[in-house]
């Protein structure tokens, strides 16, 4: 495995996209390697999070990840073991390519592109009415909850409500632009004819198309396949067939009702519709439902569920991130994979062409001065979150102070009233 990521394949979507047909298809090649799911980089990049562990040292955990380690090195270290991980992969068969299909890389599309800049990345885009059918319907079979009418507006925080809403969005903000190392695939393209869109796109990933990838229930590797429905995670549906079928497509409008159409539209908003490609199928929502929908999502939800995913995980995004241009990751890799450690990782070429020039005695004393300042700054940060929390005591003290102190003037007149009545001569009174 190289380690500029040129044989990796992300394919990003939304969870219940079709992920999991596209993958065994493409699992299919001679000279890809493809499993159902991994997730694992999301695991590395929440190492700096650091949760509980009964062990102890939470705390001095995310100082030495957020304070002593430099980012560069951080990185560094993930990619390598990242690595390790698909090249074992690939010992195991005859490919070189791997595909990474993990749905809520949405969670960690910087990192992603920190890593592995070169990596081909396959957004496969599905119609959101089809999507939350296939939410409901998957999740009916496996005896899981959803229930969009209860759960996409309460306030509790819901990581399939993210993924229909924050997951959605970030992947739009990601290929909002041209990229050569992006291409975008149509669910519904490729269920309806799938050879083209497997020629296409095995052209986009340097490959022949081999005769028959489509025909996943004919393996042309059996130890493959094998291995990829031996997972048992992701689509449990896609094994009952041998190809791509269109049973699907239009299923949205038999498994939601009116009422689920409408809501998850107006959270939306119709530009989205159109802008994915799916101007037909919202047209059909608004039949259905009588209602025109606004163009504009609703922001105020939105931001609520972006504020519980960032609350819930530690997590910390560039607003509207778009994959990073060419130029920009060709700059940033450069100085990442350099042999000695780089001060920055600044983009700007004249702090590029400084960095080259520092002497090694003069890097490695920036590099220290830097751990440095960032242990001192988490440091800081501790101390002004351990002051929050004692203003926060000290607030709710005098509070109860102050509830006690209403209750004492009617507790003194009480108290008098019960000796007045109860003292010598009380009981004739």
Not at 300 to 321: H, I, K, M, N, V
Not at 417 to 424: K, M, R
Request: aromatic share 10%; with cysteine.
């Amino acid at each position: 495995m190289k380690p500029d990521g040129s044989q990796l394949i992300f394919l990003l979507c939304t969870p219940r996209s079709g992920s999991s047909l596209a993958t065994v298809m493409l699992q299919n090649h001679s000279r890809v390697f493809a499993t159902q799911e991994m997730w694992f980089l999301m695991s590395l990049y929440d190492l700096k999070i650091a949760p509980y562990r009964p062990y102890g040292g939470t705390g001095i955990i995310r100082q030495l990840f957020n304070g002593m380690l430099p980012d560069s090195a951080y990185d560094q270290a993930c990619r390598s073991f990242a690595l390790e991980v698909y090249s074992s992969l690939l010992a195991s068969s005859t490919a070189d390519r791997v595909v990474d299909k993990s749905p809520r890389y949405y969670y960690l599309l910087e990192f992603l592109d920190r890593l592995f800049p070169s990596s081909r990345r396959i957004w496969l885009v599905r119609n959101p009415l089809s999507v939350i059918a296939s939410y409901k319907k998957v999740n009916r079979h496996v005896g899981e909850g959803f229930d969009l009418k209860q759960e996409l507006l309460q306030s509790k925080f819901n990581i399939k409500m993210a993924d229909i809403t924050v997951g959605l969005f970030r992947y739009m903000d990601y290929f909002s632009r041209p990229h050569p190392y992006a291409y975008k695939l149509q669910y519904e393209q490729l269920a309806v004819q799938p050879q083209q869109e497997l020629e296409k796109l095995c052209g986009f990933l340097g490959l022949e198309y081999e005769e028959g990838m489509e025909r996943y229930g004919d393996a042309a590797d059996p130890s493959k396949s094998d291995l990829f429905f031996s997972m048992g995670v992701g689509d449990p549906f896609v094994g009952h067939h041998s190809r791509p079928h269109t049973d699907s497509l239009h299923l949205w409008k038999e498994v939601l009702d009116k009422q689920e159409m409408d809501l998850y539209c107006r959270v939306l908003g119709s530009a989205v519709f159109h802008e994915l490609g799916y101007s037909a199928e919202l047209e059909e929502a608004e039949r259905l439902t009588g209602c025109r929908y606004e163009s504009e999502p609703d922001q105020e939800l939105l931001e609520r569920r972006r504020r519980q995913l960032a609350e819930a995980t530690g997590c910390r995004w560039e607003p509207s991130y778009r994959m990073r241009s060419l130029d920009v990751e060709d700059q940033d890799y450069a100085l990442a994979a350099a042999p000695q450690p780089a001060a920055s990782l600044s983009t700007d070429a004249a702090l590029a062409t400084a960095v080259t020039q520092i002497t090694p005695e003069e890097d490695t004393e920036m590099i220290r001065l830097r751990m440095m300042l960032n242990a001192l700054e988490q440091r800081l940060e501790k101390s002004y979150a351990r002051q929050k929390q004692l203003q926060a005591q000290v607030e709710q003290m005098k509070a109860k102070i102050s509830r006690v102190k209403s209750i004492i003037p009617f507790g003194n007149r009480l108290s008098r009233w019960a000796s007045s009545y109860l003292g010598p001569g009380g009981w004739s009174k």
